[in-house]
């Protein structure tokens, strides 16, 4: 069973990141600064994830580099829920197309990078019993957003950016070699996996500013088909997940700005029912036996509502900000069988400060996530029924009055009989931007 084993875990472990740092912390100090309510107003290369549109209302070239640092201080239990890579690089730089004629300063491009100091991507699996938070594994990638904007008119912009990275697909072979000892052959395929973020800008006057933009669900699929043979017999492994999920999003934005006030307001809708959840699917030929596939918990994930709320107010050459978010939570509060997906209502609290000199500005900001506490109760099914993994848990132990030690319930799932969870995530960071 050593090799079956070896060629399981080398599965599970290609599965189990998740979707986008600019999610969940922000891109830029800038528009992290008002809470993210930048749809209808920002115009720097964090509009590549806030609304790509936005670009073509920069003024001029320019490079941003910077630094976003986070704490968390969730909680499972009495236990701090930590989080790997709390420091990422964010590079971004935005510039306009030199063409003439008509489309002469109307075509601008930008990029916005966020990177992990030492990886891509960080990956870790889940057991479908395991408590962790899905909504913060979602950071640990790079992340890739070039843009291309429009300036349709003086007042009216379109923008479009792609959310690239990579899938996984391929198959592993393992078979008794020459020296009888097993061997194995890898080929594994890295096509691109892309999503877009398209947006629309329309300032109907100088003041009022509307903003509209989807992003495309996105995800990294994992496949890998992992044949061997073992004692003569033949066995296959499928091994699939969806990772690095972001659901579909709609925002509708709209922003007061004159020379020294941009105040935004962003609503955001996300479609997060359509995912099938962070585990890993395994299906199986075994010899004499014949098609088997695992059972991965069904989790009926909810459809989103998120508001922003920010401002930044001009003294001089100083910016004073301040945000406010809210969200709803896509993981059901009630989960009485298996799963332990830790989440719960967020508000978000944001403050950013920034100072212009010459053709440079400094920006920092700093933000605290308050998350709803839950508390999961668990369920013991009756002997006669058959729930699903999702809906109850079963005792594990047939009964047996010769043995005490067996009578009752026993229950393995480490959220038996219930689990607490919430608490506070910090983040931060600075970036300086520069006009070429």
């Known amino acids: 069973m050593r090799p079956l084993v070896t060629i399981l875990m080398l599965g599970l472990a290609a599965g189990g990141a ?7 912390f ?3 100090s800038r528009a ?3 809470g993210g309510a930048a749809s209808a107003w920002i115009d720097d290369f964090s509009a590549a994830h806030y609304n790509p549109a936005g670009i073509a209302f920069a003024a001029g070239n ?5 630094v976003l640092a986070s704490k968390s201080l969730l909680e499972v239990n009495d236990a701090t829920y930590r989080l790997p890579e709390p420091l990422g690089l964010v590079v971004g730089a935005t510039g306009t197309v030199p063409l003439g004629g008509a489309l002469a300063g109307r075509v601008h491009v930008g990029l916005g990078l966020y990177v992990l100091p030492a990886t891509i991507l960080r990956i870790t699996a889940r057991l479908p019993d395991e408590p962790f938070y899905p909504y913060y594994d979602r950071t640990q990638r790079l992340t890739v957003l070039p843009a291309l904007a429009v300036r349709l008119a003086p007042s009216v912009s379109l923008g479009v950016a792609v959310n690239a990275l990579a899938v996984v697909d391929g198959q592993v072979l393992a078979i008794p070699g020459p020296t009888r000892a097993l061997e194995a052959r890898v080929d594994e395929e890295i096509p691109p996996a892309l999503a877009i973020n398209a947006g629309l800008r329309w300032q109907p006057t100088p003041q009022h500013h509307l903003a509209l933009v989807y992003r495309q669900a996105f995800s990294v699929g994992f496949n890998t088909l992992a044949d061997a043979e073992i004692a003569g017999e033949a066995l296959t492994l499928d091994l699939s997940a969806e990772e690095l999920y972001t659901p579909h999003q709609l925002v509708v934005g709209y922003a007061f700005r004159t020379a020294t006030t941009a105040a935004g307001l962003d609503v955001t809708a996300a479609r997060w029912s ?15 036996v ?11 994930f909810e459809d989103t509502i998120g508001v922003r709320a920010g401002v930044e107010q001009r003294v001089g050459s100083v910016f004073l900000r301040g945000g406010w978010a809210w969200e709803s939570s896509a993981v059901p509060a009630e989960q009485p069988g298996v799963t332990n997906l830790l989440d719960g209502p967020k508000h978000t609290f944001s403050l950013g400060l920034g100072i212009a000199f010459g053709r440079a500005r400094l920006d920092l900001h700093g933000t605290a996530q308050l998350v709803g506490g839950r508390t999961i109760t668990k369920r013991i099914a009756d002997p006669d029924d058959e729930p699903t ?5 079963r005792d594990e132990v047939v009964d047996n009055a010769n043995e005490p030690g067996t009578i009752g319930a026993q229950i393995s799932n480490p ?22």
């Open 18 to 24: 998740r979707a986008n740092p600019a999610e969940v």
């Open 26 to 28: 922000g891109l830029g």
């Open 32 to 34: 992290a600064g008002v």
């Open 62 to 66: 320019t490079l941003t580099v910077g």
């Open 274 to 288: 359509a995912y099938r959840g962070p585990f890993v699917r395994v299906a199986s030929e075994l010899p004499l």
């Open 290 to 300: 014949g098609a088997l596939e695992g059972s991965t918990p069904e989790v009926p």
């Open 389 to 393: 993994a999702f809906d109850a848990l």
């Open 415 to 436: 959220g038996y009989p219930f689990i607490d969870s919430g608490g506070l995530m910090l983040s931060g960071g600075l970036s300086l931007e520069v006009g070429l």
